[in-house]
Nanobody
Framework: QVQLVESGGGLVQAGGSLRLSCAAS???????????TGWFRQNPGKEREFVAALSRSGGTTLYADSVKGRFTIARDNAKNTMYLQMNSLKSEDTAVYYCAAASSSIRSMKIEDYDSWGQGTQVTVSS
């Protein structure tokens, strides 16, 4: 497992943008791309849902239909950090956002494939 720490959440008006960051401990992402990475989100009383994923090689991205065209996942291996750029935010994007890493998957949309999680960062979009 790796240690992941999210940052960048906050309050934004509908139509605005935010960029979430997820810093990994050690040389997690710089060590030959050993991890697939992803972002998930969750609201109280609801299940955690997939938002975006980046393959181990960094060559393939996956997005939930609800964010496709508005969100972009990226990873900077040299900085050991992954990002989620969120544009054209909507009130329904309000949630706690979690970054995650999967040590045994090439890429995945499934929660159960991820074995390391950050603590979450709150994103609130006001309408």
């Amino acid at each position: 497992q790796v240690q992941l720490v999210e940052s960048g959440g906050g309050l934004v008006q509908a139509g605005g943008s935010l960029r979430l960051s997820c810093a990994a401990s050690g040389r997690t992402f710089s060590s030959g791309s050993r991890y697939a990475t992803g972002w998930f989100r969750q609201n109280p009383g609801k299940e955690r849902e997939f938002v975006a994923a980046l393959s181990r090689s960094g060559g393939t991205t996956l997005y939930a239909d609800s964010v496709k065209g508005r969100f972009t996942i990226a990873r900077d291996n040299a900085k050991n950090t992954m990002y989620l750029q969120m544009n054209s935010l909507k009130s329904e994007d309000t949630a706690v956002y979690y970054c995650a890493a999967a040590s045994s998957s090439i890429r995945s949309m499934k929660i159960e494939d991820y074995d390391s999680w950050g603590q979450g960062t709150q994103v609130t979009v006001s309408s």
